[in-house]
């Protein structure tokens, strides 16, 4: 019976050929995977996420969530699942198939390290500026951050010199010089992304991995299933971080006033008609079979999530109300007050909030189940039910729609779109790498235009939605801050 996990998932880029790393057997009381979670945390690009906004800015308030307590909380959940499975999946009874916590945490917490400043804007913004030097897409910069960018060390030093490249202009950085089982839990989609934009499939972003990085993504599958494998490929670890990745900013939503429980229903239908279809392309391509879903559905939906504390207090006024002489007109007013009432107190009340928060995670964790892969258990699925997916996928959707394309949001997110362009633009003019720190600048000199333009977009995809404002100010002298700051 094939084993959860073998040597080759604990091999990094230096390891030897030998199986047995003398680096992992010097330290018997911890586990590769342990290793690879502390040389994460432990790392700038980690630190940076606090300074990346999530759903609001974080200059509006200390308690909203930014990438990095966001990135937190999937961690905390992916392990529960994790956890979970092993205690009642059949599928993972073994002590040889039982799935490793840590790795799950890791990816977890590692999954958003690719973000840039001003979310999906910035990221649309730096595609954009890289059509046809291999494009930008988050998941697969989280892959090149702990793969080649982070500086703990390269396969060669040459002369005792750690060196980024060799005389050959090899690169030879392994960023963290992770395991090749941690660095496959990140490896959402299997796919090259085009580095021409005439060779892509579809408009806008394209999932997938950067072409530069296809050598690696082939020493990944070889490592953990075989040298010859040519199928999809996407780990238990990975799955069950993209199912915990479905987590709810509705708390942050709540507390924001853009809108209360009772406001979810009076939205404009072209949001519940854009929920609608966004929810059916991920049914074609996740639950084939299943009818698509329409937008008095998603209304629904929304009403069984909230029936019980938005409408069982408002029901113990009206018994109060039917005892009263009043009239039915009346009645209905003073319940329909009531249950504004609650609405409110559900998006003001923090008890109720997180009461509501809590209760939504656990059923959500409970709709956890399992795809079993027929030949490689490394490859078997996490996934929601389907009553589960679509109660997810609702309140994510509905956020994405409501909140996050709202003009007070977008004016902000369109903002950052222009900032991280003017930026690229800058540092893209024939003098504009001076404008770079200096281990970017020794990157970009003498080397081909693609190499040159994917460190700039290196740069700006690991700057902060502060440093990214700081640095366009500095350029353009739209405000008093010091020139002389240095980088």
Not at 340 to 362: C, E, H, M, N, P
Not at 437 to 451: A, V, Y
Not at 453 to 461: K, L, N
Request: aromatic share 10%; charged share 25%; proline share 5%.
């Amino acid at each position: 019976m094939i084993p959860l996990y073998s040597a080759g998932d604990r091999k990094r880029l230096t390891s030897s050929e030998s199986l047995n790393d003398s680096e992992e057997l010097a330290e018997p009381y911890r586990s590769p995977w342990r290793r690879d979670y502390g040389r994460l945390i432990h790392c700038p690009s980690f630190r940076r996420l606090q300074g990346k906004t999530q759903v609001f800015p974080g200059y509006e308030s200390d308690f909203y969530r930014n990438r990095l307590t966001h990135s937190l909380e999937v961690a905390q959940i992916a392990k529960a699942i994790a956890i979970r499975l092993n205690a009642t999946s059949i599928h993972f009874r073994l002590k040889n198939r039982k799935i490793e916590p840590d790795i799950v945490e890791f990816a977890g917490l590692a999954h958003d390290l690719g973000h840039p400043p001003f979310g999906h804007n910035g990221e649309e913004a730096l595609d954009e500026c890289m059509h046809d030097y291999g494009g930008f897409e988050g998941n697969a910069q989280s892959l090149r951050i702990v793969s080649r960018l982070e500086k703990k060390t390269t396969l060669f030093p040459v002369e005792g010199e750690i060196v980024p490249f060799d005389s050959n202009g090899s690169d030879l950085r392994c960023g963290l010089d992770l395991t090749f089982r941690s660095l496959a839990a990140l490896l959402k989609y299997d796919e090259i992304i085009p580095e021409r934009f005439s060779d892509r499939k579809i408009t806008g972003v394209n999932k997938g991995f950067y072409k530069d990085d296809q050598q690696l993504v082939n020493k990944i599958k070889a490592n953990i299933i075989h040298p010859s494998f040519d199928q999809e490929f996407k780990t238990i670890e990975c799955s069950i971080m993209d199912v915990a990745y479905s987590t709810y900013d509705l708390e942050d939503i709540f507390k924001s006033g853009f809108l209360t429980p009772l406001e979810l229903f009076t939205l404009d239908s072209s949001i519940f008609t854009a929920v609608a279809d966004t929810i059916n392309e991920r049914i074609d391509k996740q639950y084939k079979g299943q009818e698509h879903i329409e937008d008095i559905q998603v209304q629904m939906i929304l009403y069984d999530s909230f029936l019980d504390i938005l409408f069982q207090d408002a029901e113990e006024d009206r018994q109060d109300l039917n005892d009263k002489a009043l009239p039915i007109s009346a009645k209905k007013m003073l319940f329909s007050t009531a249950v504004q009432s609650i609405s409110k107190k559900i998006a003001r009340d923090g008890y109720i909030r997180v009461g509501f928060t809590s209760s939504l995670i656990k059923s959500f964790l409970d709709g956890v189940e399992v795809v079993p892969h027929e030949k490689f258990p490394q490859l078997h699925k996490a996934r929601l039910n389907y009553p589960t997916f679509l109660c997810v996928e609702v309140f994510k959707n509905i956020t994405y729609h409501a909140i996050i394309k709202a003009p007070s949001l977008q004016v902000v997110q369109y903002r950052g779109k222009d900032i991280v362009k003017a930026i690229f633009k800058a540092l893209s003019e024939p003098e504009g790498i001076r404008l770079l720190p200096d281990d970017f600048q020794k990157l970009c000199r003498g080397t081909p235009e693609l190499i040159k333009y994917r460190t700039i977009c290196d740069f700006i995809a690991g700057m902060t939605d502060r440093y990214a404002l700081e640095f366009y100010s500095r350029l353009h002298g739209t405000s008093n801050l010091t020139l002389h700051k240095p980088f």
